[in-house]
T-cell receptor, first 111, second 114 residues
Framework: DQQVKQNSPSLSVQEGRISILNCDYT??????FLWYKKYPAEGPTFLIS?????DKNEDGRFTVFLNKSAKHLSLHIVPSQPGDSAVYFC??????????FGKGTRLSVIA | GAGVSQTPSNKVTEKGKYVELRCDPI?????LYWYRQSLGQGPEFLIY????????DSGLPNDRFFAVRPEGSVSTLKIQRTERGDSAVYLC???FGTGVGEQYFGPGTRLTVT
């Protein structure tokens, strides 16, 4: 049973527009959420995180929104750039337990 | 500075053979994690070390899998009697501690069992 779900395997966006990647979770005890970006043949790279006590965290072009009542978080990338094309993983943890990852969403930013 | 490194980058082995995968974490990182990523899936936790000891090995799929970190730095993941289902990318990550914060991943070892 997947505790972290990324229901869109892929997403295509025009350069300059907004990319919205979604993630749902089932474990209400998760208290920390992270987004990782992965290029081919490389390991995942940390992008941005959010604690469950917040509902928004922003870092440059990247913003993560958390809706605890809906058990949903999203990553917004504005404006999208071709270099953002990668697989994005949502991950969550409860306290000091290991990270639980979603299956990933492949983002393609078209120039 | 140097990131997490993993060797080999690719390993092809025959079913039933023994393999060792190595991870060199970022210097000074006390926590080290092993994950397995199968095709079309996200990374799945296997085991993590705090220093030399395995703090949580609940993700190891069975007793064919074993990992060590004898000096609290380099770690080796060992797989006995490999099976075709073990084929995956094995990722290692390290962090300063196990509190909130990001883990830094290596590029992974792609294991193919024929």
């Amino acid at each position: 049973d997947q505790q972290v779900k990324q229901n869109s395997p892929s997403l295509s966006v025009q350069e300059g527009r907004i990319s919205i990647l979604n993630c749902d979770y089932t474990n209400s005890m998760f208290d920390y959420f992270l987004w990782y970006k992965k290029y081919p043949a490389e390991g995942p790279t940390f992008l941005i995180s959010i604690s469950s006590i917040k509902d928004k965290n922003e870092d440059g072009r990247f913003t993560v929104f958390l809706n605890k009542s809906a058990k949903h978080l999203s990553l917004h990338i504005v404006p999208s750039q071709p270099g953002d094309s990668a697989v994005y993983f949502c991950a969550a943890r409860e306290g000091n337990t290991p990270l639980v990852f979603g299956k990933g969403t492949r983002l393609s930013v078209i120039a | 500075g140097a990131g997490v490194s993993q060797t080999p980058s690719n390993k092809v082995t025959e079913k039933g053979k023994y393999v060792e995968l190595r991870c060199d974490p970022i210097s000074g990182h006390t926590a080290l994690y092993w994950y397995r990523q199968s095709l079309g899936q996200g990374p799945e936790f296997l085991i993590y070390f705090q220093g030399t000891g395995a703090a949580d090995d609940s993700g190891l799929p069975n007793d064919r899998f074993f990992a060590v970190r004898p000096e609290g730095s380099v770690s080796t993941l060992k797989i006995q009697r490999t099976e075709r289902g073990d084929s995956a990318v094995y990722l290692c990550a390290s962090s300063f501690g196990t509190g909130v914060g990001e883990q830094y991943f290596g590029p992974g070892t792609r294991l193919t069992v024929t």
